[in-house]
């Protein structure tokens, strides 16, 4: 059983940093796998949204555009491990963020569809003051 989770979140006022991390924990052949993440997040009131992900394989990335030029996920080499910096946040980004993940030797798709994703975290909360 592979698991996710993610830590990093709190509160932080508008304008403030914050960097959240997924931790892959289960079987290596997995874990070690080249495979889709991506982060998601989730206000009341609102769906689910992709927010950025990465193949771990070739460390492309792709972005949601309200947060391009804010959110980064860095592209190294790390397969265990998948961060993502936010920069210049705004209440509006206040939401559970969540990390999910394809199946190991999956390649991401050209967009975030939460229904492609097999493996999901329990959640970190991310609460943006104004």
């Known amino acids: 059983q592979v698991q996710l989770v993610e830590s990093g979140g709190g509160s932080v006022q508008a304008g403030g940093s914050l960097r959240l991390s997924c931790a892959a924990i289960?079987?290596?052949?997995?874990?070690?796998?080249?495979?889709?993440v991506a982060w998601f997040r989730q206000s009341p009131g609102k769906e689910r949204e992709g927010v950025a992900q990465i193949y771990t394989g070739d460390r492309s990335t792709l972005y949601a555009d309200y947060v391009k030029g804010r959110f980064t996920i860095p592209r190294n080499n790390a397969k265990t491990t998948v961060y993502l910096e936010m920069n210049s946040l705004d209440p509006e980004d206040t939401a559970m963020y969540y990390c999910?993940?394809?199946?190991?030797?999956?390649?991401?798709?050209?967009?975030?569809?939460?229904?492609?994703?097999?493996?999901w975290g329990q959640g970190t909360q991310v609460t943006v003051s104004p």
């Open positions: 289960g079987a290596a052949e997995y874990t070690y796998m080249s495979r889709c």
């Open positions: 999910a993940a394809r199946g190991g030797g999956t390649r991401c798709r050209v967009s975030m569809d939460e229904t492609d994703f097999g493996y």
